[in-house]
């Protein structure tokens, strides 16, 4: 297994569900819906498509021409064959797919009640369940070791981390949430990773609100991290790269259906464009743009972009 870079993640599939039946009622003033037991209730529109942070992000390095594999677990069913099929359709390796049948393949149920809002049911069992000892491929080789995610278990990241130290292997992570690692682990992963990915509502939510963009940029900086992406998907964009902030706006001003493998796609984009060296004013165009494109529909996988012809983007800089 010779590959450019491997995402690791989740991979599973997004059911999008909506009908009149299915939204808040006006004439109350809480947000919510009722939904009765022993009742059926009737369904306009339903979008099924695959998904997870890693199947995402495998598709956006792939469709660059990347050589990628993705690594996730998911159950030995339907769905997982599924997956495998649309992965190989995508030119994406499938040798790092880890098939279990101890749990069924990874499910989410979008429940939308309104545009950009639903309520979510989550089937999370194969990917909480990867472990270290699933992903030890001897025969696997990188240039890039991405992170779409943080995985359940800190063991899996800590031995890629020691992977690519070994190997020489850039590692680069998106740090969408960091709700189940420990203030240590969290330090270790900021220490270890060479470009970090996070959006804004992430980084403000653990190191503090009152922090500036650039503030929570000096502050990830401190633990080691050469490059970091900072950004929100509807609004600016933040990157540091050799002692610079870079900023800029979205690609287009959006109205988003869902929201749904935004974030994904915008830090795979991102990190693509900086693997084939690309500058880094395009590299937020790649990822805004595909972004914004996403958030335009139901099931991420049809709204990435394939190595679009885009205008690049304005930006602004400051010395750090």
Known sequence: MNLDVICIGSAGFDIFISGKQLKP?????????TLNNDSSYGIDHAVY?????ALNSSIVFARQGINTGCMARTGKDHLANQIKIIAKHEGIGVDTLISRPEHHTDMKIHIVTERSHEIGLSYDNSSNSLRAKDTKFSKLKAKLVYFSELPEDFKVYKYYASWAKINNVELAVSLNSLNTYKKRQISYVLSTASRVLIPYGVASGYFGKDESQIDLIRLINGFGAKSILMYDVVDKAYAFE?????????????????MTGSED?????????????KSIPEALTLASANACSVMEIFGTRTGILKKPALRT???ETNIL
């Open 25 to 33: 009622s006006r004439l109350l003033a809480e947000d919510s819906i």
């Open 49 to 53: 498509e695959a998904g997870g942070s």
């Open 242 to 258: 050799d002692n610079t902030i870079y900023i800029s706006n979205p690609y287009k001003k959006s109205n988003p259906l869902d």
């Open 265 to 277: 796609v915008f830090s795979a984009a991102y990190m693509a464009a900086i693997f084939q060296n």
């Open 313 to 315: 983007m304005k930006v």
